[in-house]
């Protein structure tokens, strides 16, 4: 019964990590790792600036908010504590409307 339980255990948690994988799109990984350069070398950077990297990308703006949660993790390798990080987030949600 046990092994029954962790066979069931580890499928679904290979699936889950295999979903992920296949959840990552190259292009809006690289909008998002683009933005978490531009936020670590200016945090105080334009909200159009934030714009037209999701436009230089292709983001449509029904996508912006998943990219966008993939630029907290880069800010967090790029060095900036979790306040910060949280901080400059808001400039990247207010930037959201600007995409065309």
């Known amino acids: 019964m046990k092994f029954l339980i962790l066979a069931?255990?580890?499928a679904i948690t290979?699936?889950?990590i295999w979903r992920s994988k296949q959840n990552t799109d190259p292009t809006e990984q690289a909008c998002a790792i683009e933005i978490g350069n531009l936020l670590k070398a200016n945090p105080d950077a334009k909200l159009q600036a934030i714009a037209d990297i999701f436009t230089k990308h292709?983001?449509?703006?029904s996508r912006c908010k998943n990219v966008g949660a993939m630029v907290m993790p880069q800010l967090r390798k790029n060095g900036l504590k979790?306040?910060?990080a949280r901080i400059v987030m808001g400039q990247v949600r207010a930037a959201y409307?600007?995409?065309r």
């Open 14 to 16: 290979a699936f889950l």
């Open 82 to 84: 979790p306040e910060d």
């Open 8 to 10: 069931i255990f580890a």
């Open 97 to 99: 409307p600007l995409v």
């Open 58 to 61: 292709g983001i449509a703006p």
